[in-house]
């Protein structure tokens, strides 16, 4: 039912900044807490940022101060701004939305970024 995009991956050097885009199916965007996650090469899934329905953020220490997570309810769209990219932050980086009414996760198809020395 909710189908997620995301957009906005790529390669850039060390200090760069990217931002990445989810486009968001479904009828009930506002509602859903959204977040961003991240997978690097051997290494377990891990949280980058959150963000409720009431726009409370949540931020992985890793990125505390250098990524931003935001959502345009109306576009249905969430984003993650990166600034000061570091090398350890290259990993493909899923959008996942949950469910208000199920707490259904709902998964995109990942973006690859890429993070030079």
């Known amino acids: 039912q909710v189908q997620l995009v995301e957009s906005g991956g790529g390669l850039v050097q060390a200090g760069g900044s990217l931002t990445l885009s989810c486009a968001a199916s479904g009828n009930s965007f506002s509602r859903n807490t959204m977040g961003w996650y991240r997978q690097a090469p051997g290494k377990q899934l891990e949280l980058v940022a959150t963000?409720?329905?009431?726009?409370?953020?949540n931020y992985a220490d890793s990125v505390k101060g250098r990524f931003t997570i935001s959502r345009d309810n109306a576009n249905s769209t969430v984003f993650l701004q990166m600034n000061g990219l570091k090398p350890e932050d290259t990993a493909v980086y899923y959008c996942r939305a949950t469910g208000w009414r199920t707490g259904q996760y709902y998964w995109g198809r990942g973006t690859q970024v890429t993070v030079s020395s």
């Open positions: 963000i409720t329905s009431g726009g409370s953020t």
